[in-house]
């Protein structure tokens, strides 16, 4: 049985990953640092620690590894770069260690010339993995969307919860969106070429920033006031809610990157799936309640699952959960 090894089986993206390595008949070993869910007997983990020597014991006899690791924002002295240097660590010893082939999670339009540290971090390990040695497939999603996205899930908590949603720099900014399934399965498929790759994970639809807002009120049945505002206001504003949230909502590093369309991809889509449609079918799944990032991945929430690689992925409606 081949083997492979996912970083962060039981959080978002590496979730969808890991589901679609056991459809696909993988032995399938991650690393991780949230616990087992329970009921997942078919995934054996280890920690995601970036010791050279505990990274050489868990990646022997890999037939592929998918890295799902990064970092959103700058906290608590984790910074891209540190981002950066882990995974400098994690690619040597992956080709020391005889990884037949590695997958990097990138990002669209990560360019080495862009002033957002994200960005610039994403492609800086980009040109790691191609100047590796290995066998190699680089896939840079767009916006993920699913029952776990924080930027969806908290744009429809502000649409459940305020009567207006002003659209910082007025929203004209495009984006590509992918379902979170579409996303484990251009990963995978990637994982499982035999040609060096780069390649996009981008949907069949796209949006300005403000239509897609539009579409979240349409698909959870809400009417709200809807409107472009000056960035630095629509900022002030989501800082005031920050006080309370006790979060990161938005970045003005990730408010420039919607401004500059970084989540359009200007490729054929690879993604086959509708957004809207999943939307419209999911959305009464969405915004139930706030999803505070830092605590997810800073607090006492990091060390829990976000989501199960085997859990059901029966859609729901918004039914009764219109507002």
């Given at each position: 049985?081949?083997?492979?090894?996912?970083?962060?089986?039981?959080?978002?993206?590496?979730?969808?990953?890991?589901?679609?390595?056991?459809?696909?008949?993988?032995?399938?070993?991650?690393?991780?640092?949230?616990?087992?869910?329970?009921?997942?007997?078919?995934?054996?983990?280890?920690?995601?620690?970036?010791?050279?020597?505990?990274?050489?014991?868990?990646?022997?006899?890999?037939?592929?590894?998918?890295?799902?690791?990064?970092?959103?924002?700058?906290?608590?002295?984790?910074?891209?770069?540190?981002?950066?240097?882990?995974?400098?660590?994690?690619?040597?010893?992956?080709?020391?260690?005889?990884?037949?082939?590695?997958?990097?999670?990138?990002?669209?339009?990560?360019?080495?010339?862009?002033?957002?540290?994200?960005?610039?971090?994403?492609?800086?390990?980009?040109?790691?993995?191609?100047?590796?040695?290995?066998?190699?497939?680089?896939?840079?999603?767009?916006?993920?969307?699913?029952?776990?996205?924080?930027?969806?899930?908290?744009?429809?908590?502000?649409?459940?919860?305020?009567?207006?949603?002003?659209?910082?720099?007025?929203?004209?900014?495009?984006?590509?969106?992918?379902?979170?399934?579409?996303?484990?399965?251009?990963?995978?498929?990637?994982?499982?070429?035999?040609?060096?790759?780069?390649?996009?994970?981008?949907?069949?639809?796209?949006?300005?920033?403000?239509?897609?807002?539009?579409?979240?009120?349409?698909?959870?049945?809400?009417?709200?006031?809807?409107?472009?505002?000056?960035?630095?206001?629509?900022?002030?504003?989501?800082?005031?809610?920050?006080?309370?949230?006790?979060?990161?909502?938005?970045?003005?590093?990730?408010?420039?990157?919607?401004q500059q369309d970084l989540l359009l991809t200007h490729k054929p889509p690879t993604g086959t799936e509708s957004v809207e449609t999943w939307l419209m079918d999911?959305?009464?799944?969405?915004?139930?309640?706030?999803?505070?990032?830092?605590?997810?991945?800073?607090?006492?929430?990091?060390?829990?699952?976000?989501?199960?690689?085997?859990?059901?992925?029966?859609?729901?409606?918004?039914?009764?959960?219109?507002?």
């Amino acid at each position: 049985m081949p083997r492979a090894i996912v970083t962060g089986a039981f959080s978002n993206i590496g979730s969808a990953v890991a589901a679609q390595f056991l459809l696909r008949g993988f032995d399938l070993h991650t690393l991780t640092n949230r616990r087992t869910p329970d009921g997942v007997d078919s995934i054996t983990s280890a920690p995601l620690h970036f010791d050279p020597e505990h990274l050489a014991c868990e990646l022997d006899d890999a037939d592929v590894m998918v890295s799902t690791y990064w970092v959103r924002l700058p906290h608590g002295g984790t910074t891209f770069d540190t981002a950066v240097q882990n995974l400098e660590t994690l690619i040597g010893v992956a080709a020391r260690a005889g990884v037949k082939r590695f997958v990097h999670v990138s990002v669209s339009n990560a360019s080495l010339d862009s002033k957002l540290g994200y960005y610039h971090g994403k492609a800086r390990v980009d040109e790691m993995v191609r100047a590796s040695g290995m066998s190699y497939a680089i896939v840079r999603p767009t916006l993920v969307v699913g029952p776990y996205d924080v930027l969806t899930g908290n744009i429809v908590w502000f649409l459940r919860h305020f009567p207006i949603f002003p659209v910082p720099g007025g929203g004209a900014g495009r984006i590509s969106p992918i379902t979170l399934r579409d996303t484990g399965r251009v990963i995978v498929d990637a994982a499982l070429a035999s040609d060096d790759l780069d390649i996009d994970a981008a949907g069949p639809e796209s949006y300005t920033f403000r239509e897609y807002v539009e579409l979240l009120a349409r698909a959870c049945g809400v009417r709200r006031l809807i409107f472009g505002a000056p960035a630095w206001l629509a900022l002030a504003g989501i800082r005031l809610v920050e006080l309370f949230v006790r979060d990161v909502i938005l970045t003005e590093e990730e408010l420039l990157g919607l401004q500059q369309d970084l989540l359009l991809t200007h490729k054929p889509p690879t993604g086959t799936e509708s957004v809207e449609t999943w939307l419209m079918d999911n959305a009464g799944l969405l915004g139930r309640s706030y999803v505070n990032d830092i605590h997810r991945h800073f607090g006492a929430g990091a060390t829990t699952p976000i989501r199960s690689p085997t859990a059901h992925t029966t859609p729901h409606s918004c039914g009764n959960g219109h507002l």
